[in-house]
């Protein structure tokens, strides 16, 4: 059973780089694309982004400038770095599993996620 | 960026009725169109991908439908445990984008 796990610092100061690492158990990183959601307080889902274990990166162009995704195939984990935080980075950070499904076209859907991560952004 | 447009963005309903979510693609995407549950304090679940393929374990209650911009979740018969806040989501270009959410509550 493929379960994934989000892990990382609760309160992080204003300015600073959040970061997060997602830890997966039950699948192999080496398939598939896996990104990080979040979720403002009373608001809905906001894609950040997703890495591939190639490498390769895909981000939300609204959050571009700050966001660094990256893999470590070796501890089967991907984690997010968010620079230049500010109060309206608090949110509840999700991991989960971008599967591709299709064979002559692809499409993808989110089929497995981690339990949420806190983060509040305060002094 | 693709934005999903869901109606409404909530609701209150009774047990056993037919509750009815619509998403609407700002452009066409075929059928691929994705539906979450997020039950409170809970991370989103999949229930429907490619517009109408029920996910293993879901219940037969939800079903899904729609191609290319318009989009429909039916929850028919509506359990108790239904109450939560559905997504739908584009699983084709990225950026991903989510509709904005339909609050499920229970009358």
């Known amino acids: 059973q493929v379960q994934l796990l989000e892990s990382g610092p609760g309160l992080v100061k204003p300015s600073e780089t959040l970061s997060l690492t997602c830890t997966v158990s039950g699948a192999s990183l080496s398939s598939d694309y896996w990104s990080w959601i979040r979720q403002p307080p009373g608001k809905g889902l906001e894609w950040i982004g997703y890495i591939h274990y190639s490498g390769s990166t895909n981000y939300n162009p609204s959050l571009k400038s700050r966001v660094t995704i990256s893999v470590d195939t070796s501890k089967n984990q991907f984690s997010l770095n968010l620079s230049s935080v500010t109060a309206a980075d608090t949110a509840v950070y999700y991991c989960a599993r971008d599967h591709r499904r299709g064979t002559t076209s692809y499409y993808y859907d989110m089929d497995i996620w981690g339990k949420g991560t806190t983060v509040t952004v305060s002094s | 960026d693709i934005q999903m447009t869901q109606s409404p963005s909530s609701l209150s309903a009774s047990v056993g009725d037919t509750v009815t979510i619509t998403c609407r693609a700002s452009?066409?995407?075929?059928?691929?169109v994705n539906w979450y549950q997020q039950k409170p304090g809970k991370a989103p679940k999949l229930l429907i991908n490619v517009a109408s393929n029920l996910q293993s374990g879901v219940p037969s209650r939800f079903s899904g439908s729609g191609f290319g911009t318009d989009f429909t979740l039916t929850i028919s018969s509506l359990q108790p445990e239904d109450l939560a806040t559905y997504y739908c989501?584009?699983?084709?270009?990225?950026?991903?984008?989510f509709g904005q959410g339909t609050k499920v509550e229970i009358k």
């Open positions: 452009q066409s995407i075929s059928s691929y």
């Open positions: 989501q584009q699983g084709y270009y990225t950026p991903r984008t």
